[in-house]
């Protein structure tokens, strides 16, 4: 009995963090409450705290968990390329710079969904260093789309086209529905993969 209440346990608390990272990313961190949260998952409010210390510890795992679902993403992706760099670099920017990707943030990349909101948390917040943590993920991909012998130019070109990246979405879903949305990604993905591209 204990065995299968702990297996209940374990697919509960795995269904909380499953929602929370949807919705954390759709809604922002303050913009959904613990009833909803637990509701997404499908489950009662009074059993959040059998789970998790407080909000801000799921927020941490939340954000974790969405860093760790961009990052299977970009590896899969750079797979793909079998081992040409500009063909990785397109099979990152090409999915990310899209109406598609701006329009769902709750299934998107986590340092787009989650950067305006993790900025105004308390330096002492343990989703901050989550979000640390999970952003230099995704900067170590990007790095291995940079053809350059020194790490140092492959970090820096990492880091620069991340925040190409990470602001055209941004900027993107801050004025959706207008031209220009469609112009700040177009204009960055011709900056990231040249004129012949898209």
């Known amino acids: 009995m204990a065995r299968a209440s702990r ?5 509960n608390r795995e ?6 990272s949807r919705l954390f990313r759709e809604r922002g961190l303050n913009g959904v409450s613990v009833a909803e949260l637990m509701a ?3 489950l009662t409010h009074g059993g959040f705290y059998g789970h998790f210390a407080s909000k801000d510890a799921l927020a941490a795992r939340a954000c974790k968990r969405a860093f760790e679902e961009s990052a299977a993403r970009w590896e899969r992706r750079i797979d793909r390329a079998a081992g040409d760099r500009q063909a990785m670099l397109a099979n990152l920017v090409e999915p990310y710079l ?3 990707h701006c329009s769902n943030p709750g299934h998107g990349c986590a340092a787009a969904a989650l950067a305006s909101d993790v900025a105004r948390e308390p330096a002492d917040k343990p989703v901050r260093r989550a979000y640390l943590e999970g952003f ?3 900067v170590q991909d990007m790095e291995t789309t940079v053809a350059s012998d020194s790490a140092e130019t492959r970090h820096k070109e990492a880091l620069i086209r991340m925040a ?3 602001g ?3 900027l993107a879903r801050a004025i959706e529905g207008h031209a220009m949305s469609d112009s700040i990604l ?3 993905r011709e900056r990231l993969l040249g004129p012949s591209s898209g």
Do not use: C, N, R
Request: net charge negative; charged share 20%.
């Open 7 to 11: 297996e209940q346990a374990d697919k």
């Open 15 to 20: 269904a909380i963090e499953q929602a929370s």
């Open 40 to 42: 997404g998952a499908g």
């Open 98 to 100: 899209t109406q598609a």
């Open 136 to 138: 230099k993920a995704l």
């Open 164 to 166: 190409m990246l990470v």
């Open 168 to 170: 055209a979405v941004t």
């Open 186 to 188: 177009d204009a960055v």
